[in-house]
Structures are given as C-alpha cells and as structure tokens.
C-alpha cells in the first residue's frame, strides 16, 4: 500500500525539531521553517529561501505542506465578501469577510457541514462531513487577512467561529487555531478579538471554563423557553436551557468573561414580547449582552424575518428591561453570506463572483 506523505503543518514546533533532528539538523531550522509555515504563509519548500537547496528537497520529499486555498470570493452589496476555500482534502468550505467601519470581521468555518440540524439555518441541512484541522481553520483567518489587506487596506481586527460548524464538536481543532492566530509564531492576534460561538453543548462551556479560555464568548439562544427552543435548535432536547444555565454560571464563575447572547429574530416565532420577557429572564443569569441579530431567510427553513414594527418592539422591551442590547443587520445576504446562510449555494451561476488569483 502506497504511504501517505504526512503534512507539515500538522506538526507542532516541538515535533518538527524532533523531526529535524533526524536529519542531523540543528534546533533553529525548525523554527525557521516553522515561521514560513504559519507567520509568512508559505505554500512551497522552494519559497523558504533562508533555507538551504538540500534541506529543501529532503523536505519536499518527506512532507507535503497540505495548505488551502480561496476557490471563489461573491462581493456583496455592502462590501461583505465570501469566500468559498478548498481545503487540503479537498472539502469546500465559507468564510465571510466583515467590512464595517469600525471593524474588519473574519468569520471562519470548524467543520464542513454540521450535524446539528438547527432549523434556521442552511449549513444545517448539510451533512457533516470533515472537523477542520486546526491548520484549516488557521489558513481561513490568514487568507481573510491577507485579502482584507488587499481589499480594504487593514487587517483584521475580529475573528468571530460563526461559520460552518458547530466549534465545540470539533474542540481540539479550534483550540489548536485559537493558540495559532494568537501565538507569537502565528498571527499575535489578542484572543479578546475572537469570538466563539455555539449552538449550546452544555458539557464543553464547562470544559472552555476549565481549560480557562481567555477568548469572548456567546451563545446561540434564540428562544428564552425549551419547547420553542427544540423546535427551533433540536440540539435543546438534549442540552436544555436548565443544563445550559448551569454551564454558563460555571463558565462565568471561572472565567469571569461576559457572555453575548445571540438571538436571531423569527417572525411569529420568538418575536413577540413574551418571548423577550423570557430573553430577559435567561439574561439575567449571569453578566451577559444580547446580540438581536436581523435573520437572512433561507428557503429550506420556513422561517421568515420579522416586521420591523416588531422587531423595534422586541428591542425595545429589552432596553426598558436594562439589559445591554446591539442590533445586527443582516450582511452579505444578497450573496448568501450572512448569519446562517452557508451552505455552499450559488457559485456557479452568481454574476458578482471575484476572481481570486
Ligand atoms: S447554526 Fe451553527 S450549529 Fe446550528 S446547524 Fe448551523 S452551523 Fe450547525
């Protein structure tokens, strides 16, 4: 059976000196290529140009370097750009570039298709397929960065795990990229610029609170009661929001980090004032902001954004209520980009697809 060549960027820095080592070369070449690796982004032996012809080759001969790549970009109206990557596996996924004027959001993916199912949202109509590596979920910050750069002149300032996925079942990985980005041998990103969000796995908000996650924090509630919630996310039939009351006060007890509540806002769903009182009752378990986040209807789903008169209403409520409240308008809908529309749609036949060379 033919070997497989293993990737180089699976390799921590440790394990590539070792990996050095066997060829009789010295500790700082490990660190050398370590760097062209994560902080210059290289993508062949060839470009490490501080490092010797000979070792190049004997690289190129043991590793590969598994790194992926922008397929596609769709520019939407209001600048927000998606990207579709393919990865070293060949799986595709999305990543969403933010521009706002006070902020350049990179919004990545964990895995290629969820197994969450949740009801509003078109990557949960995929099958899982692959838990991103953490070099995967690395490579679309990178490449987000590099193209806010050369699209808008800046870097990113966040980076929010709200796309394809859901991160706590694919914990390892998005730790990994969370060390990467914010490692000195990475990006030097601070981790109070990333956000991650989940649908609510009970279990690992506890586990984020023990292993001392520095990182912001939210959750997806979109419904302050369990039966709407399990219709809404049938993740609830198994982490309710008793089990998900719990998780947070544990979190907040250790972690000390304010948690953003998300809530994307169906119409005759959870937008009556009812519904708020319970959002207002849930937040007020523990320090917390409530993102009320404008849906993008997708047509899978059935569920259809809320009048505006209802919408100020809800807003309204929880500002009365004293609870920090932001509002957030749908982005990169016209390109399918925006809060729960990943989904892999739309790429042959889009007229606003950008070249990505
Ligand atoms: S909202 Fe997140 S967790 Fe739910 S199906 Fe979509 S990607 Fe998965």
Request: glycine residues 8%.
């Amino acid at each position: 059976m033919k070997q497989r060549i293993p990737n180089i960027r699976s390799f921590t820095l440790e394990e590539l000196q070792v990996k050095l080592a066997e060829f009789g070369e010295p500790k700082f070449r490990a660190k050398q290529i370590y760097e062209w690796l994560w902080k210059r982004g290289a993508g062949s032996f060839d470009e490490m140009t501080n490092v010797g012809k000979g070792l190049r080759e004997k690289l190129a001969e043991h590793f590969t370097i598994g790194k992926a790549e922008i397929e596609a970009g769709q520019r939407s109206g209001d600048g927000t750009i998606k990207y579709m990557f393919r990865l070293a596996g060949g799986q595709l996924v999305e990543g969403v570039l933010i521009p706002t004027p006070k902020r350049m959001t990179a919004c990545v993916s964990s895995q290629a298709g969820c197994s969450l199912s949740c009801k509003f949202c078109a990557t949960g109509f995929l099958d899982l397929k692959h838990n991103l590596h953490h070099y995967e979920i690395y490579d679309q910050v990178y490449m987000l960065n590099q193209r806010a750069m050369e699209e808008f002149g800046k870097p990113l300032s966040n980076i929010v795990y709200m796309g394809m996925g859901e991160p706590l079942l694919n914990y390892r990985n998005v730790m990994g990229s969370i060390d990467m980005v914010t490692s000195e041998a990475g990006m030097g990103m601070s981790p109070k610029r990333i956000t991650v969000s989940t649908a609510g796995v009970a279990k690992m908000i506890k586990k984020l609170a023990d292993d001392g996650a520095r990182f912001e924090f939210a959750l997806s509630l979109h419904a302050g009661n369990d039966d709407k919630r399990s219709q809404v996310m049938p993740i609830n039939d198994s982490n309710s929001l008793e089990a998900l009351k719990d998780a947070l006060i544990y979190f907040y007890e250790k972690t000390h980090t304010r948690i953003t509540l998300e809530y994307c806002i169906f119409k005759d769903v959870n937008d009556s004032i009812e519904d708020a009182k319970e959002l207002v009752a849930f937040s007020r378990i523990v320090p917390s902001k409530i993102n009320v986040i404008e849906y993008n209807p997708v047509p899978e789903s059935g569920f259809q954004n809320t009048t505006n008169r209802r919408m100020d209403a809800f807003i309204q409520y929880l500002e009365q209520a004293g609870v920090i409240v932001n509002v957030r308008r749908s982005r990169g809908k016209d390109v399918d980009g925006g809060c729960g529309q990943l989904a892999l749609k739309n790429w042959d036949e889009t007229p606003s697809s950008i070249g990505t060379s």
